[in-house]
Nanobody, 114 residues
Framework: QVQLVESGGGLVQAGGSLRLSCTASGSIDRFNVMGWYRQAPGKQRELVAVVTRGGDTNYADSVKGRFTISRDNAKNTVYLQMGTLKPEDTAVYYC????????WGQGTQVTVSS
């Protein structure tokens, strides 16, 4: 059973920064892709950023240039560095890990005040 534990969410003012962490139970090298998704109230869950086992990354247009995803295999952790935060970034952020099936964390709340 895979467990993903997110941390690092919180309340921040617009223009500020946060770093989210997602730590897996066991090696993350077994996952083809790991990523971050978010879901705002009343909206569908959307992709924020993903990173492949080989280190390739992909970002939603809305966060390009502001967010950076990275992975540390030695720590079994994926990070999402978020900068120049905007109120519209407010959402619950979920970590996802994908092999032949996908696994989700419990989510961490990010609130950006204007």
């Amino acid at each position: 059973q895979v467990q993903l534990v997110e941390s690092g969410g919180g309340l921040v003012q617009a223009g500020g920064s946060l770093r989210l962490s997602c730590t897996a139970s066991g090696s993350i090298d077994r996952f083809n892709v790991m990523g971050w998704y978010r879901q705002a109230p009343g909206k569908q869950r959307e992709l924020v950023a993903v990173v492949t086992r080989g280190g390739d990354t992909n970002y939603a247009d809305s966060v390009k240039g502001r967010f950076t995803i990275s992975r540390d295999n030695a720590k079994n952790t994926v990070y999402l560095q978020m900068g120049t935060l905007k109120p519209e970034d407010t959402a619950v952020y979920y970590c996802n890990a994908l092999t032949r099936v996908g696994f989700w964390g419990q989510g961490t709340q990010v609130t950006v005040s204007s």
